[in-house]
């Protein structure tokens, strides 16, 4: 922890940051004599953490809340990863005083490390804390087992008893970054807005080498017929 100074990030108060939540309120509009019930952003105790029901996260074990949050609303939208046709309810939060974070993004996208020796003092600090962040960063799925989350959730115990209030990392989904506030209260909402999902844009990389089913690769290459 002794080298977290350099990575001490000091937010005042006051300072804007946003959250999205997939899906939507209900507001009452009234057209002549009748009254309508229409979509709307949600209310705002549904945008912020349920402390009855937290579930697990990158920083926090069931049950125990955090606030998470993005540096902008484009970021915020896409950590929820919504589906076509979806609403998304996205708050635009203010600090309610100074925090301390730790901001685990210095050398994001800096590589993979791979060492065939030991590295000097001065590397060996900038792997881990480049494997701290890919740890924060990683896009969180619903097939993830909670124990995936254990080693996050106990580095931001560390941060947290070391006195930070929260932890910044570079988001994957977005173009922003995100952070998470250990105390759900230290920032509030100020407003909310409701979007509707019109499409979205996925990009991909072959993560692994092909494999060729051999009767139908040789049928393939008689016939002249182009790979799939």
Same mark, same amino acid.
């Given at each position: ?40 952003? $949600?209310?705002?105790? !549904? ?7 937290? %579930? ?17 609303? +484009? ?58 962040? !890919? ?18 959730? %106990? ?13 910044? $990392? ?46 139908? $690769?040789?049928? +393939? ?8």
């Amino acid at each position: 922890m002794a080298t977290s100074e350099g990575r001490r990030r000091e937010v005042p108060e006051g300072r804007i940051f946003w959250r999205a939540q997939v899906g939507h309120g209900w507001e009452k509009i009234q057209q002549d004599d009748d009254e309508f019930e229409v979509p709307g952003p $949600y209310h705002q105790d !549904r945008m912020r953490p349920l402390p009855d029901a937290a %579930i697990e996260g990158r920083a926090n074990p069931k049950g125990i809340s955090c606030l998470y949050l993005a540096t902008d609303k +484009k970021t915020a939208k896409a950590e929820v990863r919504p589906s076509v046709g979806t609403y998304v309810s996205v708050g635009q939060f203010k600090t309610m005083r100074p925090l301390a974070l730790l901001d685990c993004s210095v050398s994001h996208n800096s590589g993979f490390n791979l060492y065939f020796e030991e590295p000097d003092v001065e590397e060996r600090e900038r792997a881990v804390w480049n494997d701290i962040d !890919r740890a924060f960063s990683e896009p969180v799925t619903v097939s993830d087992s909670t124990a995936d989350y254990a080693p996050t959730q %106990i580095l931001s115990e560390l941060f947290k008893r070391k006195g930070y209030d929260g932890v910044v $990392y570079k988001s994957n989904l977005g173009p922003g970054f995100n952070l998470v506030l250990f105390d759900p209260n230290a920032a509030d909402i100020i407003n909310c807005r409701l979007y509707s999902v019109k499409s979205v844009v996925y990009k991909y990389d072959e993560a692994s080498n092909p494999y060729f089913v051999k009767k139908y $690769y040789e049928q +393939k290459t008689k016939t002249g017929q182009d790979d799939v």
